[in-house]
């Protein structure tokens, strides 16, 4: 099997829903990045085997293998294929698994990987009667931002909660309290700005033509557990409730790109080999916890134990979620769970969010000198991926 390596990594900064993102359309937005990968490396787009890009909406301007669309609109030739991949929060993450296994398998040589979301500017979609136009009753209208719809049901209730549900669960059943919750999202916040202001998303983030958006949106710098504490939960169960809108991801836009080659085949140093990947399912109402062991499979296939881990990027859908997770690594020093911030302050644009802690983690390991990261995503509906690189 072909060795699998990261040349490179590039975001986008995450934008608010409506915010300074919400008039890109997304194959522009994912079109920024694919153009950047190839204008920082000097590559020949002609050169990639294949763009695979992770959407996790696919309801709207997305509707059509953007991926293929993302490459068109960056100036790849038309020789240049695309494949488009839903894992919902986790797609861009499947994405680049997938890259890396045709490198491995002997199918490509370069790869371009990542994702996108709008969230913004995802559409409403009308349920479509069986019978046409009846003549009775009322259409349903969805909003396709988030979150379930038009769930099968045959599924028992327990596993169509929402998400937001299923973090409120995760934490009375562990006892993660609101108090932690707070802090840990003030935490989240406060180390996304000092990475700002200290340059370390300089070389990670790229601009969206035509928009003044400096830095991540929903970084809020002056947040104190004291204003958050006066946010009302908004999940409660049995009268007592702890997920609040200030320790859980946003709704978000933005896009992610990964460089994935055999070694070799581009110019330059690797950021990173990929080590180690693996996929883990839960009960769906449990899906917070679901990285643990996705994270444990996959350093044991890399070889490795969490004494050698170095830093981990775990995607914070919810505050709840993540210290779950940490609380599961027992072996795992605090320190290293996200140290230059995360999803609740960052942003979580589902499709786009995979490729961004891919590539946060393997420029850590750069700022680092080397070592080992684990990367990895919880995934609605009760999944998660996880992917272990060296340096």
Request: negative net charge.
């Amino acid at each position: 099997m072909t060795e699998t390596y990261l040349y490179d990594a590039v975001r986008t900064p995450f934008g608010r829903s409506g915010g300074a993102l919400a008039g890109v359309r997304p194959d522009d937005l994912a079109a920024v990045v694919l153009r950047a990968i190839v204008d920082r490396t000097g590559l020949d787009p002609a050169r990639i085997d294949d763009v695979v890009l992770g959407d996790a909406n696919q309801a709207g301007e997305d509707n059509r293998d953007v991926a293929r669309f993302a490459a068109l609109l960056a100036g790849f030739p038309t020789s240049v294929t695309g494949v488009t991949v839903n894992r919902l929060c986790a797609s861009s993450m499947d994405a680049v698994i997938q890259g890396s296994r045709a490198i491995a398998a002997g199918d490509a040589d370069i790869v371009l990987a990542g994702g996108v979301e709008s969230m913004s500017r995802a559409p409403y979609v009308l349920e479509k009667s069986a019978r046409g136009f009846p003549s009775i009753g009322n259409p349903t209208l969805w909003n396709t931002s988030i979150g379930w719809r038009m769930v099968n049901p045959a599924l028992p209730e327990a596993w169509t909660i929402s998400n937001g549900e299923a973090a409120e669960k995760v934490a009375q059943e562990r006892g993660v309290t609101r108090e932690q919750q707070d802090a840990y999202a003030v935490r989240s916040h406060r180390l996304a700005a000092a990475a700002w202001a200290d340059g370390v998303f300089d070389g990670e983030v790229v601009p969206v033509p035509g928009v003044e958006l400096g830095r991540d949106e929903g970084i809020r710098d002056d947040t104190t557990v004291e204003r958050l504490a006066g946010l009302r939960p908004l999940f409660p169960r049995d009268g007592h409730g702890t997920v609040t809108a200030g320790n859980s991801s946003s709704i978000n836009d933005g896009a992610s790109a990964v460089l994935l080659a055999r070694e070799g085949a581009v110019d330059g140093e690797p950021l990173a080999r990929i080590a180690g990947r693996a996929a883990h399912g839960v009960d769906p109402d449990d899906f917070p916890i679901a990285p643990v062991e996705a994270a444990n499979k996959a350093l044991a296939r890399a070889g490795r134990h969490w004494s050698d881990v170095d830093v981990v990027e775990l995607n914070e859908a919810f505050a709840s979620q993540t210290l779950a997770c940490l609380a599961g690594w027992p072996d795992l020093d605090p320190e290293r769970l996200n140290p230059r911030g995360g999803a609740l302050a960052i942003g979580h644009p589902l499709g786009a969010s995979g490729g961004r802690v891919i590539g946060r983690a393997a420029h850590e390991l750069v700022r680092r000198g080397g070592g080992v990261a684990v990367a990895t995503v919880c995934i609605g509906v009760g999944q998660a991926l996880a992917v272990v690189l060296e340096r």
